[in-house]
């Protein structure tokens, strides 16, 4: 049975698309790809939850920016991707700090104390980011990452960079589908 990437596209779909150069089908492909492994997942449920949703968020952000950067993975660099992600253009840039912040306090958090650190709070109500009272707005925040990813699709079609670097990025994730790395 072949590896399916999203829903509707298999390993050999995307392939037959990306030897075609059909930039659209594949920028609606990787929207559909985060939305059913990520959004949909967290928006869907009648259990919504912040921290959840920052979580996810987390996710959102390091896999995008590997897109954004043809990188492989983020083993040993996930701070840079971080950095390098809020320092896009994005509603997302007032999480930009040179003291990395959000890495250390929300991901790094969630990541390995499975909670939100130095006096952070999550909310799914009033501004995106208050620093004042150290709240985030998780609604707004994967509402901000849907935007980004749509402008990404968007990028792909015109953008060769991103194109390129995107490639790499699905070169590898097919890749793993047919030959796990090893752990």
Known sequence: ????????????NYRELEV???????GKFICQRFDERYFRPIL??????????????????ETLESFYQ??????RISKKMFR????????????FSEDDWFYYKVRCGILHQAEIV??????????????????INAKKFIQELQK???????QLQTDELLWSNFKLKM????????NPPES
């Not at 075609?20 to 594949?26: Q, T, V, Y």
């Not at 449920?45 to 959102?60: Q, W």
């Not at 043809?70 to 083993?75: F, L, N, T, Y």
């Not at 070169?171 to 047919?178: F, G, K, M, R, V």
């Open 70 to 75: 043809g990188r492989r993975d983020s083993v």
């Open 118 to 135: 130095g006096g952070w709070r999550v909310i799914r109500t009033g501004d995106l980011l208050n620093s004042v009272e150290k709240t």
């Open 171 to 178: 070169d590898a994730i097919c890749q793993n589908c047919q």
């Open 84 to 95: 390098d992600f809020f320092n896009r253009e994005t509603a997302l840039k007032v999480f």
């Open 148 to 154: 980004i990813l749509k402008n990404y699709e968007i």
């Open 1 to 12: 049975m072949e590896t399916k990437l999203s829903s509707t596209i298999t390993v050999s």
């Open 44 to 61: 869907d449920s009648s259990n919504k939850h912040g921290f959840t949703m920052m979580a996810i968020g987390c996710l959102v952000i």
């Open 20 to 26: 075609a150069g059909d930039r659209k089908a594949i």
